[in-house]
């Protein structure tokens, strides 16, 4: 299977993808650390607002909505 690393923010909804980097700094990446967003966690698109921002995800078995800012620094294989 070809994978190919794409920011989160374009993974479709309904598609699981492995986490392969974090690109943010300061206090969002500190976040996301403290949500066990690290190298090669699961994260599932569950569910897209209807305009489209922000996205709900299941990270670690909980359900955390990210805008789209926050989840183009995630780099994941698809």
């Known amino acids: 299977m070809n994978?190919?690393?794409?920011?989160?923010?374009?993974?479709?909804v309904g598609a699981k993808a492995s986490v392969t980097s974090?690109?943010?700094?300061?206090?969002?990446?500190?976040r996301m650390l403290d949500l066990g967003v690290i190298?090669?966690?699961?994260?599932?698109?569950?569910?897209?607002?209807?305009?489209?921002n922000p996205v709900a995800y299941l990270i670690r078995g909980a359900v955390?909505?990210?805008?789209?800012?926050v989840s183009a620094k995630i780099m994941v294989n698809a």
């Open 39 to 52: 190298d090669g966690t699961q994260i599932e698109s569950l569910y897209q607002s209807p305009s489209g």
């Open 64 to 69: 955390i909505a990210l805008r789209s800012d």
């Open 22 to 30: 974090l690109l943010s700094d300061g206090t969002t990446r500190r």
């Open 3 to 12: 994978q190919k690393e794409i920011p989160l923010n374009q993974l479709p």
